[in-house]
């Protein structure tokens, strides 16, 4: 059993009744479910996960002036529901999960992820959030809101960035891409610098990840979570889903293992030192950037043939309407 789903029957069949019996006047104002911080929220946890912050529980958000007429007093009640269910403790918390489950105040509970402005009151603003809070504040399951003003919030940031925002973003990670995988890893492997390679090379992993969950419209989330994330969405029913195999060729290059060999002499004919082609990460790279640089021509974002992605970034500029994103550096976002 997930934990989702242990929280949504935990809730049904101890939690519910609870507020039915001790709240009936606020059960049409509250918002209950299980949303924010934990793999059990995004759906990832396992076996693995049940060693901290796992459990029966979840949240209740009301209004601030429900909040302060009765929040107090709703979360003792909560504190005092049973501790074991279906054979599972209630949540079992550590000192950095503490928090997570229980009676919230709704605006407080966003600016924890988004800050105070809801929504964001400007592009930069937008620009600047920390993409893996988005990705929280909108995680997991609404079980009820009869309210309807958390879903309403909730529902601004699941609508996915402002289009010149997504389009800025993007713009950074095609030159993030070219800089640190298609120029530096080739530089510092001519250098015989494995380390600064393998530097050069996780940063262009983790710009191709956001590359991907931007050109499908998905948050990305916290780190650890992101390529797992990936597999999921890729491995799901949502045909909608682009570049599958960029997906499986970023898995293939970190389990690369090192060349050295391939930028040492003697050299063989048409060996190249900027696209070395006999670095089987190089090739891997080059196929991943023309990956994405095919799919951002199918959105309409960049044209021409050119392999480098350095080369799309202004063009990729080029359609964004905000002034103020417009003036950004390309690297900004």
Same mark, same amino acid.
Not at 114 to 140: C, D, F
Not at 252 to 260: A, G, Y
């Given at each position: 059993?997930?934990?989702?789903?242990?929280?949504?029957?935990?809730?049904?069949?101890?939690?519910?009744?609870?507020?039915?019996?001790?709240?009936?006047?606020?059960?049409?104002?509250?918002?209950?479910?299980?949303?924010?911080?934990?793999?059990?929220?995004?759906?990832?946890?396992?076996?693995?996960?049940?060693?901290?912050?796992?459990?029966?529980?979840?949240?209740?958000?009301?209004?601030?002036?429900?909040?302060?007429?009765?929040?107090?007093?709703?979360?003792?009640?909560?504190?005092?529901?049973?501790?074991?269910?279906?054979?599972?403790?209630?949540?079992?918390?550590?000192?950095?999960?503490?928090?997570?489950?229980?009676?919230?105040?709704?605006?407080?509970?966003?600016?924890?992820?988004?800050?105070?402005?809801?929504?964001?009151?400007?592009?930069?603003?937008?620009?600047?959030?920390?993409?893996?809070?988005?990705?929280?504040?909108?995680?997991?399951?609404?079980?009820?809101?009869?309210?309807?003003?958390?879903?309403?919030?909730?529902?601004?940031?699941?609508?996915?960035?402002?289009?010149?925002?997504?389009?800025?973003?993007?713009?950074?990670?095609?030159?993030?891409?070219?800089?640190?995988?298609?120029?530096?890893?080739?530089?510092?492997?001519?250098?015989?610098?494995?380390?600064?390679?393998?530097?050069?090379?996780?940063?262009?992993?983790?710009?191709?990840?956001?590359?991907?969950?931007?050109?499908?419209?998905?948050? %990305?989330?916290?780190?650890?979570?992101?390529?797992? +994330?990936? $597999?999921?969405?890729? @491995?799901?029913? =949502?045909?909608?889903? *682009? &570049?599958?195999?960029?997906?499986?060729?970023?898995?293939?290059?970190?389990?690369?293992?090192?060349?050295? %060999?391939?930028?040492?002499?003697?050299?063989?004919? +048409?060996? $190249?030192?900027?696209? @070395?082609?006999? =670095?089987?990460?190089? *090739? &891997?790279?080059?196929?991943?950037?023309?990956?994405?640089?095919?799919?951002?021509?199918?959105?309409?974002?960049?044209?021409?043939?050119?392999?480098?992605?350095?080369?799309?970034?202004?063009?990729?500029?080029?359609?964004?309407?905000?002034?103020? &994103?417009?003036?950004?550096?390309?690297?900004?976002?």
């Amino acid at each position: 059993m997930t934990g989702l789903e242990l929280s949504r029957l935990y809730y049904t069949k101890v939690g519910r009744p609870m507020l039915e019996e001790k709240f009936p006047e606020y059960l049409p104002r509250l918002a209950a479910g299980l949303v924010g911080e934990g793999s059990e929220c995004f759906g990832f946890d396992d076996g693995i996960s049940r060693d901290h912050d796992f459990g029966a529980g979840f949240c209740i958000w009301l209004c601030k002036e429900d909040y302060d007429e009765i929040g107090e007093k709703m979360q003792q009640a909560y504190e005092a529901l049973p501790k074991e269910f279906m054979g599972f403790p209630a949540r079992n918390t550590s000192r950095r999960g503490g928090g997570r489950v229980g009676v919230f105040e709704i605006s407080a509970f966003y600016r924890q992820f988004v800050g105070s402005r809801q929504p964001p009151e400007s592009m930069l603003r937008w620009l600047y959030l920390p993409e893996h809070k988005i990705a929280t504040a909108v995680n997991g399951e609404i079980f009820e809101d009869n309210l309807g003003q958390f879903t309403a919030i909730r529902n601004i940031y699941k609508n996915y960035y402002p289009e010149d925002v997504r389009i800025k973003k993007i713009a950074a990670r095609a030159s993030s891409m070219a800089q640190s995988g298609q120029y530096n890893y080739s530089r510092c492997m001519r250098r015989g610098d494995v380390v600064a390679a393998s530097m050069a090379q996780a940063e262009f992993v983790k710009s191709a990840i956001s590359m991907i969950y931007l050109l499908n419209r998905r948050y %990305s989330p916290y780190y650890k979570w992101q390529f797992y +994330g990936l $597999n999921r969405l890729k @491995n799901g029913f =949502d045909c909608s889903f *682009v &570049l599958s195999d960029a997906v499986n060729m970023l898995r293939e290059l970190v389990c690369t293992p090192d060349q050295s %060999s391939a930028w040492q002499p003697p050299y063989p004919d +048409g060996w $190249n030192p900027y696209v @070395n082609k006999y =670095d089987k990460k190089v *090739v &891997l790279i080059e196929k991943i950037c023309a990956e994405v640089t095919d799919e951002l021509k199918n959105q309409n974002l960049t044209s021409g043939s050119e392999d480098f992605l350095e080369a799309h970034t202004w063009r990729i500029m080029g359609h964004i309407k905000d002034d103020e &994103l417009k003036a950004c550096h390309v690297t900004e976002g």
